[in-house]
């Protein structure tokens, strides 16, 4: 052992954490030699997998040349190259302003400031107000842990939050307003008009929302025709719609972003995680020219920006991520192999404490409860999706297990994401070690 003294502070002290030695594909090892699936990509971040080397030489090229400058003193290539790589992949070329950070959080952030500055640019000072939904994640930092709605996350910090708006999600498997499917009349779009309504329109700067719930549900897919109310409710009261992709975007949904999935246009597209890959901490938004040029003819800067943004080593691995994926035509594979992984983790309904599996693309959610008919959740102290992660992670795979999406406290799941180029026996191998490690808890549970 090189470093025998440990003055790491680890998000989860007590936990014994194996040391990381090195990762190849959809495979990472430890120091031990052990080898483990990463299948939920971190934390749903590896797209394009580990080791790829075309990524290496692009990060020592331009490292090489320069990693680092300020944004307020230079543009780059790479910089440019990324923005105009993202720009080809939106569903409309409106989108086409591009304005990077160092990861999801600080990119909600970045979209939210945005859409007030918007309004305040163009004289209609009174919309502050961000609509976002219970049930979701938009990040740890202050201002995106307020918007966000998991009540775990939220539970200490609830004095430096500030408080604004939420509406119930869109999950039908736990229907907030009782429904059947055959009975829903979307009541929880119809939720935000209401929201509008009442708060005063003149007041609301925008709404986020994840397209897909990632970490606080477990891959909580909306109903058809969701967003395309949601839009519609936004422009009929001219409320900025931003799209929370940080875990859905670049194809984790088998789409570029997965409201192309629905055919809806946001105003603002946050995005992280998957724009690297993992290779390096880089988010951004990407917004409306409307809005840009509201700036331009306003103020004439967005007020908001951090000493990394838009950093030539960053952007110029984003880029050569993106370049990598277009070449490989990862996001079909995505797609493709989406109908694989469904098809595969529906086995998982043969277990009693399986109560819900949700897969759009390579993403998916397994939810866990204590009796299926009712789908009565665990009791939160026998911590049941933890204890499954344990099972797996013994037996060589890695899942992303989260809490409380039931009703904020209750509630248990895994979130799966493989990187893109898994394979078909690679999934079997996956879902054959998912299986056992359930059937090891369920054993002891139920
Ligand atoms: C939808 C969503 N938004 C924002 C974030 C925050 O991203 P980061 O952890 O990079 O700050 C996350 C992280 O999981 C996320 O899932």
Not at 229 to 243: G, H, M
Not at 262 to 291: E, N, Q, R
Request: charged share 25%; proline share 4%; with cysteine.
């Amino acid at each position: 052992m090189q470093w025998p003294n440990d003055y790491v502070f680890y998000r989860v002290p007590k936990r014994h954490y194996p040391v990381v030695d090195r990762g190849e594909g959809i495979y990472i090892w430890d120091d031990t030699g052990k080898r483990y699936i990463d299948g939920s990509g971190g934390a749903a971040v590896v797209t394009i997998g580990h080791g790829v080397g075309e990524i290496m030489e692009a990060m020592v090229r331009q490292a090489r040349r320069i990693a680092y400058t300020h944004g307020t003193h230079f543009t780059s290539e790479a910089a440019k190259e990324c923005a105009e790589r993202l720009c080809r992949l939106v569903p409309d070329q409106r989108l086409n302003r591009v304005y990077f950070l160092s990861g999801g959080s600080e990119a909600v952030e970045a979209a939210v400031k945005v859409a007030r500055q918007y309004w305040e640019e163009i004289g209609e000072r009174d919309r502050y107000k961000i609509i976002s939904r219970w049930g979701s994640f938009h990040g740890n930092t202050a201002g995106a842990l307020a918007l966000g709605g998991n009540t775990g996350k939220r539970r200490f910090y609830h004095p430096i939050l500030m408080h604004t708006p939420h509406i119930m999600p869109c999950y039908c498997y736990r229907c907030p307003f009782k429904k059947k499917p055959e009975l829903c009349d979307l009541e929880c779009a119809d939720q935000l008009e209401r929201t509008i309504k009442y708060e005063g329109p003149e007041t609301i700067a925008a709404f986020i929302a994840e397209p897909v719930v990632g970490a606080t549900a477990g891959a909580v897919i909306p109903r058809d025709g969701y967003w395309e109310r949601i839009r519609e409710i936004c422009d009929f009261y001219n409320v900025l719609l931003i799209a929370d992709e940080v875990m859905t975007g670049i194809g984790r949904c088998g789409e570029n972003f997965c409201v192309d999935r629905w055919g809806v246009v946001p105003d603002i597209i946050v995005l992280a995680k998957g724009l690297s890959s993992g290779y390096t901490p880089l988010g951004a938004i990407i917004v409306k020219d409307f809005i840009y040029h509201a700036i331009i003819s306003g103020s004439g800067s967005f007020l908001h920006g951090h000493t990394y943004g838009q950093n030539p080593l960053s952007t110029a691995i984003g880029a050569a991520v993106l370049k990598y994926i277009e070449k490989h035509s990862l996001i079909e594979r995505a797609r493709e192999m989406g109908k694989v992984f469904a098809e595969r983790l529906n086995e998982l309904n043969e277990f009693d404490m399986v109560g819900d599996v949700r897969c759009i693309g390579l993403f998916a959610g397994v939810e866990f409860v204590a009796n299926k008919k009712t789908k009565k959740t665990f009791n939160p102290a026998l911590k049941v999706a933890h204890q499954v992660f344990d099972e797996a992670f013994k037996r060589g795979l890695i899942t992303y297990p989260g809490t409380g999406g039931a009703d904020g406290i209750r509630g248990d799941h895994l979130l799966l994401a493989p990187p893109y180029i898994i394979t078909e026996e690679q999934i079997d191998e996956m879902v054959g070690i998912l299986k056992d490690a359930i059937a090891a808890v369920e054993n002891a549970v139920m």
